[in-house]
């Protein structure tokens, strides 16, 4: 499997906020996949993680970053700590008012919240959400983003590819990254939603996402 999300995530957030000189804590940083591309653009880049297996994963493969364990809902920073705050596909995850009110609390003035999430209308959110639906849980922090009290200055669309080799690899890879055990019906359910395109190789999904761009303004 072949994807380029990351790399359209990070152009995404370069062009959101300027990082240089910046002290930067990135919220729910997985395996530090996007970490690793943040590492030497900011002056300090702070991570925080819930998961400790993947907690783990992100210090080996970014070792230059401070990497915490933690949750964006109790963060164990002080008042005003941070010019920049970024939640890579995790707000969702979380309770997100709480998770925002608790960012904006580390945001300095005038400091940017930078939040990139799912969209339910794309083909990847759609294949995924046959193994765990977390349509709800987007529209949630959607919300929560429209009244945690932040200015939003910016909110763009944009697309990443996720290509496989087959429905073969694409089956594979989707139980693979839920950490769960094959289930032929479920697997069913993905060739019927995938239709023609379970026949083509290789198969491209659109991951579809938006980032949005949040400003703490001086009291």
């Known amino acids: 499997m072949i994807d380029d999300s990351d790399q359209r995530i990070m152009d995404r957030i370069l062009q959101c906020v300027d ?21 030497g653009m900011t002056q300090e880049l702070v991570a925080v993680e819930p998961d400790e297996t993947s907690l783990r994963k992100a210090r ?20 005003e700590r941070f010019d920049v705050v970024i939640f890579t596909l995790s707000l969702h995850h979380q309770d997100s008012r709480r998770a925002l009110k608790e960012a904006g609390r580390v945001l300095k003035d005038g400091g940017r919240v930078v939040i990139i999430e799912p969209r339910n209308e794309g083909e990847v959110a759609k294949v995924f959400g046959l193994l765990r639906n977390e349509d709800q849980a987007t529209v949630e922090a959607q919300e929560a983003i429209n009244e945690c009290g932040l200015k939003l200055d910016a909110s763009e669309e944009f697309e990443a590819r996720w290509t496989y ?55």
């Open 60 to 79: 080996v493969n970014v070792p230059e970053a401070t990497i915490c364990l933690g949750s964006g809902e109790d963060l164990g920073f002080p008042d």
């Open 165 to 219: 080799e087959d429905e073969e690899e694409l089956i594979q890879s989707l139980f693979a990254y839920f950490h769960m055990e094959f289930d032929p019906d479920v697997a069913g359910q993905v060739s019927r939603l995938l239709g023609e395109k379970a026949n083509m190789r290789p198969i491209t999904l659109i991951d579809s996402m938006i980032i949005q761009s949040l400003k703490k303004e001086s009291a």
């Open 19 to 39: 990082l240089e000189n910046k002290q930067v804590l990135e919220i729910g940083c997985g395996d530090g996949r996007i970490t690793a591309l943040l590492v």
